[in-house]
């Protein structure tokens, strides 16, 4: 198995992860970071084919990524600190409410 | 001059256009200046194409307006042919059309559309010159379409009255049944000659190679158009009640030109029905029976114009019998006289109508010879025409149609001339009935009726006194043998030549035996009549009826077809066939949607589960198609 295998592997396992982690997790906080796992797992596949490529286009992906996840955390934090501020719990079958 | 025959057709256009457009805001005066002005001086334009083709040894008049359409490598033109044939034609078209138009400026006075009428009837001669200048077949039947139309919007010109709406709309639809017969036909010509210019048709027939199609099978086809057009059995029941157009629209359209385009229509291509004995033994048959029963329906009607209706529809029946034993100028002859006595008849009746206030009753009306003396003496002059009396111009014609019936190689029959006979006979028996009826006798009008009776102002009686002319010394235009170069006449059957001079007499005689018949039972108080219809109650029953025609096309195909369209198209098509797949579909969607819903409950797990097992089953289903 050579470096980029493993390198493919490794962001594969990563996504995995994440999603599992939303899916059987019931904290918000982990859920949210769970996402972020995943998003790096995608972002670690960038990065090796850019590098594979040589071509920086993957590189600056990579970077628009970064800031669409800290926009996206940055308004995910507030909502959940005023839904655990009203709910008084992290639990996120306390939220099934908010349904549309 | 060049495209004289393109301004031919254009004229009556313009007045189309500028009646129709302009019309009421420039006053009665400019209307009829403009709807009369243009058909005359199409008129004369037509009296200088036939100089140009006398000058041209009557070679035909070609000429291209346009090029309509080019398919592959056969192109469509709208193109003018102008021969002996279409000369005859167009000279009917505009001279009788300028008359009526002229007298309906008179008829119309009063009228509150005046401009609409004219702007309609501007439109009718159009398309009638188109019809009976086009080259090809195609150009034809835009014609013969528009005539229909312009028919439909006179018929129903009074369309505020419900009756008359629906004259106009039956009119439209009964030629439609001709129409699909023509179509069908004009198919199966360009489908074996590839081509539809009438000329070139008639040549492919006549010339030693006859073309792969069955002449009899195109010249039926064409012919249950032709039967539509011109109201032959069994598509003869539009006619009477088209008599609910304005009077004049009656003497133009349904009687002088627009019905005798059937005619026209199988004379024009007599190289077909010259190899279709089949199909020119149908015609005649037709023709007969028409002529004789529309006859015998004749006898018994009480409505003036609905008496000259039914004569229309005879006599193009007996025009229809000269067509089916192959005496197609005979035919043209018939239908040239018969535009000026019949012209001159509907006017006449409509000058009567206009003296009497709209009264159309034959019962109601009577001694009015004395009262309005110069109508009398036309429609007089034109009913000894009609009846045969020589030497009026309705003697020759019939005549020749009787002798060629009797004695043409090419499905000359003695039946064909008895029955024939039988209608001169009660053609003459029910146009003196007409006459007595009306102007003889001791008065039946009604008082305010009347106090009221007038006779028309001189540019109608003018009108009359010119058809009344030319019906009277129309016969002595020797037609047949102008039109023989192109049509000629059948051969004579060597046997039955002596027969001609005795068979003359015989038409003389029928005539006036007709004259007396009339004179003696409806002379005096008609009391002879009244105890000939006591005779026969049913009879007069079955005629007065109609032969009940019109019940039976509505019981065998109005009915069925009102019942097929509720049960089938609506019930049972539009609304559950259509309506319900529809309702099925959204149904269908509406129910997914509400299961579907349940899996929204807020559960975020669920989601994103339900996110794993797409992408689980898009990558699986990649993995087995990538």
Same mark, same amino acid.
């Given at each position: 198995?050579? &470096?980029?295998?493993?390198?493919?592997?490794?962001?594969?396992?990563?996504?995995?992860?994440?999603?599992?982690?939303?899916?059987?997790?019931?904290?918000?906080?982990?859920?949210?970071?769970?996402?972020?796992?995943?998003?790096?797992?995608?972002?670690?596949?960038?990065?090796?084919?850019?590098?594979?490529?040589?071509?920086?286009?993957?590189?600056?992906?990579?970077?628009?990524?970064?800031?669409?996840?800290?926009?996206?955390?940055?308004?995910?934090?507030?909502?959940?600190?005023?839904?655990?501020?009203?709910?008084?719990?992290?639990?996120?079958?306390?939220?099934?409410?908010?349904?549309? | 001059?060049?495209?004289?025959?393109?301004?031919?057709?254009?004229?009556?256009?313009?007045?189309?256009?500028?009646?129709?457009?302009?019309?009421?805001?420039?006053?009665?005066?400019?209307?009829?200046?403009?709807?009369?002005?243009?058909?005359?001086?199409?008129?004369?334009?037509?009296?200088?194409?036939?100089?140009?083709?006398?000058?041209?040894?009557?070679?035909?008049?070609?000429?291209?307006?346009?090029?309509?359409?080019?398919?592959?490598?056969?192109?469509?033109?709208?193109?003018?042919?102008?021969?002996?044939?279409?000369?005859?034609?167009?000279?009917?078209?505009?001279?009788?059309?300028?008359?009526?138009?002229?007298?309906?400026?008179?008829?119309?006075?009063?009228?509150?559309?005046?401009?609409?009428?004219?702007?309609?009837?501007?439109?009718?001669?159009?398309?009638?010159?188109?019809?009976?200048?086009?080259?090809?077949?195609?150009?034809?039947?835009?014609?013969?379409?528009?005539?229909?139309?312009?028919?439909?919007?006179?018929?129903?010109?009074?369309?505020?009255?419900?009756?008359?709406?629906?004259?106009?709309?039956?009119?439209?639809?009964?030629?439609?049944?001709?129409?699909?017969?023509?179509?069908?036909?004009?198919?199966?010509?360009?489908?074996?000659?590839?081509?539809?210019?009438?000329?070139?048709?008639?040549?492919?027939?006549?010339?030693?190679?006859?073309?792969?199609?069955?002449?009899?099978?195109?010249?039926?086809?064409?012919?249950?158009?032709?039967?539509?057009?011109?109201?032959?059995?069994?598509?003869?029941?539009?006619?009477?009640?088209?008599?609910?157009?304005?009077?004049?629209?009656?003497?133009?359209?349904?009687?002088?030109?627009?019905?005798?385009?059937?005619?026209?229509?199988?004379?024009?291509?007599?190289?077909?029905?010259?190899?279709?004995?089949?199909?020119?033994?149908?015609?005649?048959?037709?023709?007969?029976?028409?002529?004789?029963?529309?006859?015998?329906?004749?006898?018994?009607?009480?409505?003036?114009?609905?008496?000259?209706?039914?004569?229309?529809?005879?006599?193009?029946?007996?025009?229809?019998?000269?067509?089916?034993?192959?005496?197609?100028?005979?035919?043209?002859?018939?239908?040239?006289?018969?535009?000026?006595?019949?012209?001159?008849?509907?006017?006449?009746?409509?000058?009567?109508?206009?003296?009497?206030?709209?009264?159309?009753?034959?019962?109601?009306?009577?001694?009015?010879?004395?009262?309005?003396?110069?109508?009398?003496?036309?429609?007089?002059?034109?009913?000894?025409?009609?009846?045969?009396?020589?030497?009026?111009?309705?003697?020759?014609?019939?005549?020749?149609?009787?002798?060629?019936?009797?004695?043409?190689?090419?499905?000359?029959?003695?039946?064909?001339?008895?029955?024939?006979?039988?209608?001169?006979?009660?053609?003459?028996?029910?146009?003196?009935?007409?006459?007595?009826?009306?102007?003889?006798?001791?008065?039946?009008?009604?008082?305010?009726?009347?106090?009221?009776?007038?006779?028309?102002?001189?540019?109608?009686?003018?009108?009359?006194?010119?058809?009344?002319?030319?019906?009277?010394?129309?016969?002595?235009?020797?037609?047949?043998?102008?039109?023989?170069?192109?049509?000629?006449?059948?051969?004579?059957?060597?046997?039955?030549?002596?027969?001609?001079?005795?068979?003359?007499?015989?038409?003389?005689?029928?005539?006036?035996?007709?004259?007396?018949?009339?004179?003696?039972?409806?002379?005096?108080?008609?009391?002879?009549?009244?105890?000939?219809?006591?005779?026969?109650?049913?009879?007069?029953?079955?005629?007065?009826?109609?032969?009940?025609?019109?019940?039976?096309?509505?019981?065998?195909?109005?009915?069925?077809?009102?019942?097929?369209?509720?049960?089938?198209?609506?019930?049972?098509?539009?609304? &559950?066939?259509?309506?319900?797949?529809?309702?099925?579909?959204?149904?269908?969607?509406?129910?997914?949607?509400?299961?579907?819903?349940?899996?929204?409950?807020?559960?975020?797990?669920?989601?994103?589960?339900?996110?794993?097992?797409?992408?689980?089953?898009?990558?699986?289903?990649?993995?087995?198609?990538?």
């Amino acid at each position: 198995m050579d &470096k980029t295998q493993m390198l493919v592997a490794l962001s594969a396992g990563l996504f995995a992860l994440g999603l599992l982690g939303v899916i059987v997790r019931r904290n918000v906080l982990v859920m949210l970071m769970c996402m972020e796992l995943m998003l790096n797992g995608v972002n670690v596949l960038l990065v090796t084919f850019a590098q594979q490529s040589h071509s920086t286009v993957g590189a600056v992906l990579v970077f628009l990524v970064f800031v669409v996840a800290a926009a996206e955390i940055a308004i995910a934090i507030p909502i959940v600190l005023l839904l655990a501020r009203r709910k008084r719990t992290l639990d996120i079958d306390a939220y099934v409410d908010l349904k549309g | 001059m060049d495209r004289l025959l393109t301004v031919i057709v254009l004229l009556p256009l313009a007045g189309f256009i500028i009646n129709g457009l302009l019309g009421n805001r420039l006053g009665k005066r400019f209307v009829s200046v403009v709807g009369c002005g243009l058909p005359v001086l199409a008129f004369a334009a037509a009296i200088v194409c036939l100089l140009d083709l006398r000058t041209s040894g009557f070679a035909p008049l070609v000429e291209t307006a346009y090029t309509w359409a080019v398919i592959g490598d056969r192109s469509f033109e709208i193109s003018f042919y102008f021969d002996r044939l279409t000369a005859v034609m167009v000279l009917i078209v505009t001279g009788v059309g300028s008359l009526i138009h002229i007298y309906s400026i008179g008829y119309m006075k009063e009228d509150t559309s005046y401009a609409r009428y004219f702007a309609y009837l501007n439109l009718f001669l159009f398309f009638m010159l188109l019809l009976v200048l086009g080259r090809s077949l195609l150009v034809l039947f835009v014609g013969w379409e528009g005539v229909g139309l312009a028919s439909y919007l006179l018929i129903g010109f009074w369309f505020d009255d419900p009756d008359k709406a629906r004259a106009g709309k039956k009119a439209f639809l009964t030629n439609r049944i001709g129409d699909a017969g023509f179509l069908l036909g004009m198919f199966v010509l360009f489908q074996a000659l590839g081509t539809l210019e009438m000329d070139k048709i008639n040549t492919a027939f006549t010339s030693g190679t006859p073309p792969m199609v069955s002449a009899s099978l195109v010249g039926i086809l064409l012919f249950i158009g032709a039967c539509g057009k011109s109201a032959q059995i069994p598509l003869h029941v539009w006619l009477p009640d088209a008599m609910a157009g304005p009077t004049p629209v009656s003497a133009l359209i349904h009687a002088a030109t627009m019905v005798t385009a059937g005619v026209y229509l199988v004379a024009r291509l007599s190289g077909i029905y010259m190899h279709a004995p089949e199909a020119s033994a149908a015609i005649a048959a037709v023709g007969v029976m028409t002529a004789f029963f529309a006859a015998t329906i004749a006898l018994v009607q009480t409505d003036i114009k609905k008496v000259l209706a039914y004569s229309t529809i005879s006599q193009l029946g007996l025009m229809f019998v000269a067509l089916g034993v192959g005496a197609y100028g005979v035919a043209i002859f018939h239908l040239y006289t018969h535009a000026f006595f019949k012209a001159c008849l509907f006017l006449g009746a409509g000058s009567v109508i206009h003296a009497l206030g709209g009264e159309q009753d034959i019962n109601k009306m009577g001694g009015l010879a004395r009262k309005i003396p110069i109508t009398f003496a036309t429609f007089a002059v034109a009913t000894a025409a009609i009846a045969g009396i020589p030497p009026l111009a309705g003697f020759f014609s019939k005549d020749e149609i009787l002798w060629f019936a009797f004695a043409s190689s090419f499905g000359g029959s003695t039946l064909l001339y008895v029955v024939a006979a039988g209608t001169a006979l009660l053609t003459s028996l029910y146009m003196f009935r007409l006459l007595w009826r009306t102007f003889f006798g001791a008065s039946r009008l009604s008082p305010e009726a009347a106090h009221h009776v007038h006779e028309s102002p001189p540019s109608m009686t003018g009108i009359l006194i010119v058809l009344a002319a030319l019906s009277a010394v129309g016969g002595f235009v020797a037609l047949p043998h102008f039109l023989e170069p192109l049509l000629p006449l059948p051969e004579v059957r060597a046997e039955l030549v002596a027969f001609e001079a005795p068979l003359l007499y015989v038409s003389v005689a029928l005539a006036f035996a007709g004259l007396a018949g009339a004179a003696f039972l409806y002379g005096g108080n008609a009391e002879r009549a009244e105890r000939l219809r006591r005779g026969f109650p049913m009879l007069h029953r079955v005629l007065t009826g109609k032969y009940f025609v019109d019940e039976a096309y509505e019981r065998f195909f109005d009915r069925p077809l009102f019942w097929i369209s509720e049960r089938v198209f609506l019930q049972f098509g539009d609304r &559950k066939l259509f309506d319900g797949t529809l309702h099925g579909i959204a149904g269908l969607g509406r129910r997914t949607a509400s299961a579907l819903a349940r899996v929204q409950n807020g559960d975020l797990h669920l989601y994103a589960f339900l996110v794993l097992a797409g992408i689980v089953a898009t990558l699986a289903w990649s993995w087995h198609h990538g």
